[in-house]
């Protein structure tokens, strides 16, 4: 059976094919641009696992990085030789944090915010503490974990 007229003209069905390529390459674009703009999005561990004289051996007033995902981590022994260890972002926006010995604080230099040495806020636009962790050492090992993880090792 042939029809007299279709449906659909040959324009309109040209203008759809061009349009959804249109937005197929611009959907795979934005994922991508969006990857490298938030590249640990959602990626963030339960807990690390490190060597403890790495870790431990250090001297006092001193703090040694780790990697918590895709954001820096810290891991300060201070003078008394307490340790802490916090995540290494402001939590105004998430800017990267340092330490600074001569004062004993940490420092956000994106908006000059102030956190003392068991990471609490003191100066500047952050809103709360720093987010700190359970240490727990077992054997030779240095477990790092965030608040109430449940951390389950491999018995080695």
């Not at 403890?52 to 995902?69: C, E, H, Q, S």
């Not at 040495?117 to 500047?124: L, P, T, Y």
Request: charged share 25%.
């Amino acid at each position: 059976m042939k029809l007299d007229h279709s449906l659909v003209t040959r324009r309109t069905f040209l203008n759809t094919l061009f349009g959804g390529w249109l937005a197929a390459i611009a959907s795979g674009g934005l994922y991508a641009f969006l990857k490298f703009v938030f590249p640990t999005a959602g990626k963030e561990p339960d807990f690390v696992v490190l060597n403890r004289a790495d870790f431990l051996d250090i001297p006092g007033n001193t703090v040694k990085m780790f990697a918590w995902g895709g954001k820096p981590g810290f891991f300060l022994k201070r003078d008394d030789g307490t340790t802490l260890a916090v995540k290494g972002v402001c939590t105004h926006m998430e800017c990267n944090i340092s330490y600074q010995p001569d004062v004993k604080k940490f420092y956000c230099a994106c908006h000059k915010g102030w956190f003392d040495d068991n990471g609490r806020n003191i100066a500047g636009p952050p809103p709360k503490p720093l987010e700190r962790f359970d240490i727990v050492i077992t054997g030779q090992k240095l477990v790092i974990a965030k608040k109430g993880a449940k951390v389950d090792l491999p018995k080695a």
